[in-house]
């Protein structure tokens, strides 16, 4: 019990640091080798070419898509469909996009075949999704190709038309005929715009440029935020046929944000601290498990990675417990969400506080060093104020000039848990029997906790039991560990469990046998004598045997209540029974072998009595069919006869009854029919010798 006791209290403490502030951990190699158990392709290539880019554009940000060849099959799929007359735009983009990264051989002449197609389907598109896959596939061509002259005829127009499904609240629909805005279609909306300034032949109106702008900041006046500082968009649209999270709807905003930003002039006036959040919902996910999902988390991380606006910096920790006793060094990494080295910056702890009830700080204002080697800041030790427990670690980043301020957002604040462990020393620990009516000891004893301890005493149901000890922490202070029981057992398995209490430095118990008589149902005899104390933070926690005491307990009065019964171990319920020997009772008594051959020659006389009967009757074949047929049917009865009674004959020796049955059966239905022809045969040549 004691040690599910420290377990319990142990995974309780570690559930609380969890909760008291969230590390987000930039994208590493966890994430690049789950990537290729995400994307496995089926028989050398995906579903569908959209399928194909997603897991082609994650497998390239993560730096493996080398693992993954898919050129040749793949390149077939996106020149049938860009050759193909009946591609929409959507696919059109799709295939764009893997030809893209895995620059498949096309023919020009095929790419003017499709601008063609997609300025057309441009100047007639009605839906925000027909705007975004032309103007995207537009831009993709011409990012692939030498065509610098490819432009929209009428950049304006289509930018005014765009802007027409925009809502007050920054917010997008998906065409005139919906009157449901959608914060995704938003993000739609961004790339969509920002391919028409792409694509346009001279500057676009900036009153146009300056008033989506605002559109964005009011997008961003509805984002949410969690607890731990992330920011995320939901979506609001009810009616649509695919229900979007807010993975995906903040994948979209995202993505449309940074495309619109790159090719615009002029400050977005957004809070630094809300694209970091950003960074940290992406980063809060972990490693998804639908392919979807790890598309947009990490396609997502890398358009924030290299956005104009502002570029999020993540503060991390390879590890958040540290020992006191080991003099560990506290190290922190900085780096983009990608894990791409920082620039020169400085890291401060800004202050240091206990995460218990009530804040107080300890430390304030600590610069970290850097080092090169490791591209990490770092904390020479522990500071000595901070003892063994548990707090919260704050740190700040400040980069070394304004312009950086502009270009990277490193948050106010970042929040971080800190485990610190440490040896607790036990002092002074000794184990007594007191007389109870002067409290004077009878018996006292020394221990050493942590080593080796066989104590026997012997007690009466009159005198008392007193344990003690100290605790301090490396820096000699009180220590309160979460758990301190003392645990008596007696020899029939009844356990006792008492908890230590302290006041400071010091840890006691004592227990009167004389008021505990009822609680140990007047059971006397050897009772086992074990300490448990424990704590997440102490690193020589202990669960040990300290010896045993014999107490000399009153007879129990006649109603006194029993022991419990013993709990029933699980194990045994299931485990392997004890083996079941039997013994057959001895077989009947036979008798001899002659008498049953005697017996059995007695059985046949019948049967040879039956074939003189037919010699002595003078049985003759002149009534057997002369005919080929009916010749058969009289030789297939006879056989049918002389099976039934070898069927006797195995019956006696080796079938049962059921199997005898079975084929007695079959062979009855044969009989039947053979039977039935032969007889009609026999009766039809009686009939016409009659008649003759």
């Not at 009855?668 to 040549?685: E, K």
Request: glycine content about 6%.
């Amino acid at each position: 019990m004691a040690r599910s006791l420290v377990g319990f209290l142990v995974l309780f403490f570690a559930i609380s640091i969890c909760h008291a502030a969230s590390i987000f951990q930039p994208i590493s190699d966890s994430h690049r080798s789950a990537a290729l158990d995400v994307f496995k392709p089926v028989d050398g290539s995906f579903g569908s070419l959209e399928e194909t880019y997603e897991a082609l554009r994650s497998l390239e940000i993560l730096g493996v898509e080398k693992k993954l060849d898919l050129s040749k099959t793949t390149c077939g799929s996106v020149s049938k469909t860009l050759e193909s007359s009946s591609s929409t735009p959507k696919d059109l983009l799709y295939a764009l996009n893997v030809n893209g990264i895995l620059k498949c051989k096309i023919k020009a002449q095929v790419f003017e075949e499709i601008i063609s197609r997609l300025q057309t389907a441009v100047k007639g598109a009605s839906s925000l999704l027909d705007f975004y896959c032309s103007i995207g596939s537009l831009k993709l061509i011409k990012d692939q190709t030498s065509k610098t002259d490819l432009h929209l005829s009428d950049a304006e127009g289509v930018l005014y038309s765009i802007k027409a499904l925009s809502q007050s609240d920054g917010r997008w629909r998906y065409s005139s005929n919906n009157p449901e805005s959608s914060t995704f279609a938003a993000g739609i909306a961004l790339e969509a715009i920002a391919g028409v300034v792409s694509l346009a032949s001279s500057e676009i109106d900036q009153s146009m440029i300056a008033t989506v702008k605002n559109d964005v900041l009011k997008l961003f006046d509805s984002i949410e935020k969690y607890d731990d500082g992330a920011f995320y968009f939901d979506e609001k649209v009810v009616n649509i046929r695919e229900q979007l999270g807010p993975l995906s709807t903040t994948s979209s905003v995202v993505r449309g944000l940074t495309a619109f930003a790159a090719v615009t002039t002029g400050s977005f006036n957004l809070p630094g601290d809300k694209i970091l959040g950003l960074a940290k919902f992406f980063l809060g996910i972990g490693i998804p498990g639908d392919a979807k999902d790890f598309f947009n988390q990490v396609d997502s991380l890398a358009c924030l990675e290299s956005n104009r606006i502002a570029i999020p910096l993540i503060l991390s920790l390879p590890y958040t417990v540290l020992s006191v006793t080991k003099d560990e060094h506290l190290k922190i990494k900085v780096t983009t969400v990608l894990g791409a080295n920082a620039p020169p910056l400085t890291v401060k702890l800004v202050r240091a506080f206990s995460s218990g009830l009530k804040e107080t700080t300890i430390v304030e204002n600590k610069e970290l060093k850097y080092d090169p080697q490791s591209e990490s800041y770092f904390l020479d030790s522990v500071p000595k104020p901070v003892d063994v427990g548990n707090y919260i670690f704050i740190f700040k980043v400040v980069l070394h000039d304004s312009e950086q301020q502009s270009v990277y957002a490193t948050g106010a604040e970042t929040q971080i848990p800190i485990f610190v462990t440490g040896l607790i020393k036990i002092d002074n620990a000794e184990i007594a029997v007191l007389d109870s009516d002067h409290g004077s000891v009878e018996t006292q004893k020394k221990l050493h906790l942590g080593g080796e301890n066989a104590v026997s005493l012997s007690a009466n149901h009159l005198q008392k039991l007193r344990l003690s000890f100290e605790l301090t922490t490396p820096y000699g202070n009180a220590f309160k560990p979460h758990q301190a029981f003392l645990k008596l057992r007696h020899e029939s398995k009844v356990e006792h469990i008492f908890v230590v209490g302290n006041s400071g430095k010091k840890f006691q118990i004592i227990l009167d046998f004389l008021g505990l008589v009822e609680k140990f149902f007047y059971l006397s005899g050897r009772y086992e004598i074990q300490l448990t104390v424990g704590d997440a933070v102490m690193e020589n926690s202990l669960l040990q045997d300290i010896g045993y005491i014999e107490l000399d307990l009153p007879e129990p009065p006649e109603k006194a209540s029993g022991p419990p019964a013993l709990p029933v171990d699980p194990y045994s319920r299931y485990g392997p029974k004890a083996e079941i020997t039997h013994i057959f009772r001895a077989p009947e008594k036979r008798p001899p072998q002659k008498l049953s051959l005697a017996f059995l020659g007695l059985t046949l006389l019948p049967f040879i009595g039956f074939l003189i009967g037919l010699l002595r009757l003078g049985v003759n074949l002149k009534n057997f069919p002369a005919s080929p047929v009916p010749a058969t049917f009289a030789i297939l009865f006879q056989l049918g006869i002389a099976a039934v009674l070898l069927l006797y004959v195995l019956f006696w020796l080796k079938l049962d009854l059921f199997t005898t049955l079975k084929a007695l059966g079959f062979l009855g239905v044969y009989l039947m029919f053979v039977g039935h022809r032969i007889l009609s045969h026999l009766a039809s040549a009686s009939a016409k010798v009659k008649s003759a």
